[in-house]
């Protein structure tokens, strides 16, 4: 008898418990939207523009750094860890 006073009353609390939820808003979430094919090529093609531009730049400091005359040691390790880079 007491088990089951104690089993019913935990029914109430909980069924209590999930109607307040609910009626705070604090329900179950709706799920996230599945990410869809359009949206991943378009993050693909996003990282492969940035990919690309910083492999232009990577390029442009090699020009700049290396095609010049070099006279110092200076002027050599900063050429060749530009071309490192690139």
Avoid: F, W
């Avoid at 935990?10 to 979430?29: E, F, N, Q, S, Y």
């Amino acid at each position: 008898m007491e088990l089951s006073k104690i089993v019913a009353s935990l029914a109430i609390i909980l069924g209590a418990a999930l109607a307040t939820g609910h009626a705070r808003g604090d329900g179950p979430l709706m799920p996230p939207a599945r990410e869809t094919m359009q949206d991943r090529l378009l993050a693909r093609e996003a990282m492969q523009r940035a990919a690309l531009q910083e492999h232009h730049r990577r390029k442009e400091d090699v020009v700049r750094l290396c095609n010049r005359p070099l006279n110092s040691p200076a002027d050599i390790e900063a050429c060749r860890v530009a071309y490192r880079k690139l």
